[in-house]
C-alpha cells in the first residue's frame, strides 16, 4: 500500500466496564469496539488488504469497507496528513480562499529566489497545465508576469484543442516581449495549442476610431474569442504604470491637471480602477484596446498572478470586487493581504 503523505494513526479506547468511551462519546459494545480497533489496525498499521482482513474475520470485503469508515467517524482511528514540510503555505493559501471567498489560491516563497517573478510564474504554468484540459479559449494579458508563465510551460502531453487569445492590444516595438500577443504565441509554442494575434494597438487617439476599428471582423472576431473563453490568466499593474504609459501613447496629458492618481489603485489589461473595483472614466480608459472589467468579470474563472507588495491594493481591490475568482501569488504579498483585509474590517468595527 502506497501512502501519498505520512499517516498518524490515534487509537482512542478508554474500557469502563461492558462500555467503551471513543472520542469522547459512550458506546454500548466494548466487542464491538475493539474488533474495529483490531481491524484498523491490521488495515493502517500492518498494510493488510481489505480482502485479507474480510478472510480472517470471516465477512464480506465490502464489510471491512463499512467497518473501517465506522471506525473514523467514532474516533476510533484518526488520521493525521503531515503536510507541513511538503505544503507549508496551506493555511495561507486557506484562509485567502475562505476571506476572500475565491476558488483557488496557491502561494509561492520567494525568500531565496533570484528571480521572484520566475519563480511565481513557474507556479503559475503549473496550475494552468492542470486546468487546459478542459478548456477550449485561454484569455491572456500582456506583462512581465504572463510571459513568464509562457517562459516557464511544460508539457509532455500537446494541448492541441487549447487556442489562446490576447485581451488587449499591442505596445509597440518598446515592449513587444510582455505584449499579449507575444505572450499567447510563446504558451501555444510551449504547451503545443494554437494561438490568435490581435492586431491592434493598446490605444487609439479617439474613442470615435476606436469604436470604428472594434467593427473591423478581424479585430471583431478575436476579441469575441476572449469573451467566450473559459479561463483567463491575468497579470495586474500597480498605480505608477498609468503616467508612464499616457506619457508614451497618449500626447497631451497633463501630469499636473490629471487627478487620475488620486483614485487609482492598478489595472487589469490596462483597464484602471479604483479600490472600489470599479473603471475609472478618463481618457485612456475610453480609448483603450482591450476587454473592459465587467467582460473579464463575466468569464468563467479568472487568475490572477502576481508577485510583489507593491501590487497588493491592485489585487485587494480585484479579489473584494471580484474581478478574479483565482490566485498565484508569493507568500509576502498574500500575508499583507490578509493585513489589509484585518484592517478593514477593524475600520468597520471602530
Known amino acids: 500500500m502506497e501512502w501519498m503523505s505520512d499517516l498518524q494513526i490515534c487509537y482512542n479506547r478508554v474500557s469502563r466496564g461492558n462500555t467503551v468511551s471513543v472520542g469522547g462519546r459512550m458506546m454500548a459494545d466494548a466487542e464491538e469496539v475493539r474488533m474495529l480497533a483490531e481491524i484498523t489496525r491490521l488495515y493502517y498499521e500492518e498494510e493488510w488488504t481489505q480482502q485479507r482482513i474480510a478472510k480472517k474475520f470471516n465477512m464480506s470485503r465490502s464489510l471491512v469497507s463499512k467497518l473501517l469508515s465506522k471506525a473514523r467517524k467514532l474516533g476510533i482511528v484518526e488520521i493525521i496528513i503531515h503536510d507541513e514540510e511538503f505544503h507549508p503555505y496551506r493555511k495561507l493559501e486557506e484562509e485567502l480562499k475562505k476571506r476572500f471567498q ?15 517573478v520566475k519563480t511565481v510564474g513557474a507556479a503559475a504554468a ?14 491572456m494579458t500582456a506583462g512581465t508576469t504572463t510571459r513568464q508563465i509562457a517562459e516557464s510551460f511544460s508539457s509532455g502531453v500537446p494541448f492541441d484543442h487549447v487556442t489562446f ?71 495586474l499593474g500597480s498605480s ?42 478618463c481618457k485612456w480608459n475610453r480609448q483603450l484596446i482591450s476587454l473592459n472589467i465587467e467582460e473579464i468579470k463575466r468569464i468563467p474563472e479568472v487568475i490572477a498572478v502576481t508577485e510583489g507588495t507593491e501590487k497588493a491594493a491592485s489585487l485587494y481591490a ?33
Not at 502561494?107 to 529566489?113: G, I, L, Q, R
Not at 505596445?171 to 499567447?184: D, F, H, K, M, Y
Open 240 to 281: 505608477p504604470q498609468y503616467f508612464e504609459l499616457t506619457e508614451s501613447y497618449l500626447h497631451g496629458i497633463n501630469r499636473e491637471k490629471d487627478d487620475i492618481s488620486r483614485r487609482l489603485v492598478g489595472d487589469i489589461s490596462y483597464n484602471y480602477f479604483d479600490k472600489e473595483g470599479e473603471l475609472i472614466d
Open 126 to 139: 503549473k496550475y494552468v497545465a492542470r486546468k487546459l484540459s478542459t478548456v477550449k479559449y485561454v484569455a
Open 165 to 235: 487569445v490576447p485581451m488587449s492590444g499591442g505596445l509597440g516595438e518598446e515592449r513587444w516581449e510582455i505584449q499579449a500577443n507575444v505572450v499567447c504565441e510563446r504558451m501555444a509554442k510551449n504547451s503545443g495549442g494554437n494561438s490568435l494575434q490581435l492586431h491592434a494597438p493598446i490605444v487609439l487617439d479617439s474613442y470615435e476610431a476606436k469604436e470604428m476599428l472594434l467593427k473591423q471582423h478581424f479585430i471583431k472576431s478575436v476579441m469575441e474569442k476572449a469573451r467566450n473563453a473559459e479561463l483567463a490568466v491575468v497579470g
Open 318 to 350: 480585484a479579489l473584494k470586487h471580484k474581478i478574479v475568482d483565482g490566485l498565484v501569488t508569493d507568500v509576502h504579498s498574500a500575508r499583507e493581504l490578509i493585513e489589509m483585509d484585518r484592517r478593514r474590517l477593524m475600520g468597520k468595527e471602530n
Open 102 to 116: 475565491i476558488r483557488e489560491a496557491v502561494c509561492v516563497s520567494v525568500e531565496n529566489s533570484e528571480n521572484p
